[in-house]
């Protein structure tokens, strides 16, 4: 069955770093659109980022671009979020989701409804 394990979650201060990870497993992980989003407390899920497993295309949200990295090891089916100057406004929970459907591109990556598999969530707070 399809499974995304998410880890790396934690709190810091603001200014610090901190790197997820998400492997897959279940399914072809390849040719594939993968996201990280983000709900903090009383506000809507987000999209942070995403890529496009068949050939690294990068997508990201304004307010995380120059800051967060999205990159995969597709010999671990694993899509890691690197986050640096992180700010108390990124704090949240963070979930990785992926979109079974073979794919170009990630057009749409930022729509929850392309998504049909996620993670469970892992916490990130960041301190001021």
């Known amino acids: 069955q399809v499974q995304l394990v998410e880890s790396g979650g934690g709190s810091v201060q603001a200014g610090g770093s901190l790197r997820l990870s998400c492997a897959a497993s279940?399914?072809?992980?390849?040719?594939?659109?993968m996201a990280w989003f983000r709900q903090a407390p009383g506000k809507e899920r987000e999209g942070v980022a995403a890529?496009?497993?068949?050939?690294?295309?990068?997508y990201y949200a304004d307010s995380v671009k120059g800051r967060f990295t999205i990159s995969q090891d597709n010999a671990k089916n694993t899509v890691y979020l690197q986050m640096n100057s992180l700010k108390p406004e990124d704090t949240a929970m963070y979930y990785c989701a992926a979109d079974l459907r073979p794919a170009t591109y990630c057009g749409s990556w930022y729509f929850e409804y392309e998504y049909n598999y996620w993670g469970q969530g892992t916490q990130v707070t960041v301190s001021s």
């Open positions: 890529i496009y497993t068949g050939g690294g295309s990068t």
């Open positions: 279940g399914y072809l992980y390849s040719s594939k659109c």
